[in-house]
């Protein structure tokens, strides 16, 4: 991840000469925008929905929060090293962040090795959200979804530090909130609601 932040930084850096990320938090979302120096944070109002920093910045906030959570069990308080706990605020960001350096480095391997462009067109097709795949008319996908040095590519996420939900096969499948569904037409979405189904029916 520090790779990455600091390769994204260089690069604007070096094509836009911007060297800060200024990022507004609001109600609803946050705002991104990059500086080429602080000074231009003056020109918008409400400076404290503002913050502004570089890649040294950012690397240092990530390594304190990394190396700084803490969770209380049986009346004891223990240090996470491995993971980040749920209901940390950016777990969700660190998580996708995290999952795509290797979905990158993945990439990269593939156009490196001139990989054939049907299997790049079926690959832009894959979403994920968090730890959810839905992985469209790919059924070789599971084959190098993990780090394989036999598999194509050599896979693509680390086994032994994350695990990931991939939609089952077929021409319907529950993805999140929604019901997919494959067509003559192509596909087609419902929205899914877990109440109907038996399983759940029995836990609740």
């Known amino acids: 991840m520090r790779v990455l ?6 690069w604007m850096l070096k094509l836009h000469c911007f060297k800060f990320l200024m990022v507004q938090k609001t109600a609803l979302n946050f705002r991104f925008l990059w500086l080429k120096n602080k000074a231009e ?7 404290h929905s503002f913050k502004v920093a570089e890649a040294s910045d950012l690397i240092s906030w990530l390594d304190f929060l990394l ?14 090293c491995i993971g980040i706990p749920m209901g940390t605020n ?7 962040f995290y999952l795509f350096t290797y979905e990158f480095d993945f990439i990269k391997h ?11 067109h079926r690959l832009s097709l894959v979403r994920r959200f968090v730890d959810d795949l839905f992985v469209p008319d790919f059924p070789d996908f599971l ?18 530090s994350c695990e990931l939900n991939c939609t089952s096969k077929g021409f319907s499948c529950n993805f999140l909130d929604l019901a997919v569904r494959q067509s003559p037409q192509g596909l087609s979405c419902d929205i899914f ?10 836990l609740k």
């Not at 944070?41 to 400076?47: A, H, S, T």
């Not at 593939?110 to 790049?120: A, D, G, Q, R, W």
């Not at 084959?143 to 032994?160: A, E, V």
């Open 5 to 10: 932040i600091n390769k994204v930084s260089n």
């Open 67 to 80: 190396d700084s959570l803490f969770l209380c069990f049986c009346q004891g308080v223990y240090r996470q």
């Open 90 to 96: 950016c777990a969700v960001y660190l998580a996708n």
């Open 41 to 47: 944070i003056n020109l918008f109002e409400n400076l």
């Open 143 to 160: 084959n190098f979804m993990y780090l394989n040095q036999d598999s194509f590519g050599s896979g693509i996420y680390p086994k032994t």
């Open 193 to 202: 609601d877990k109440r109907s189904q038996p399983e759940y029916a029995v």
């Open 110 to 120: 593939l156009l490196k090795s001139n990989t054939s462009p049907v299997v790049l």
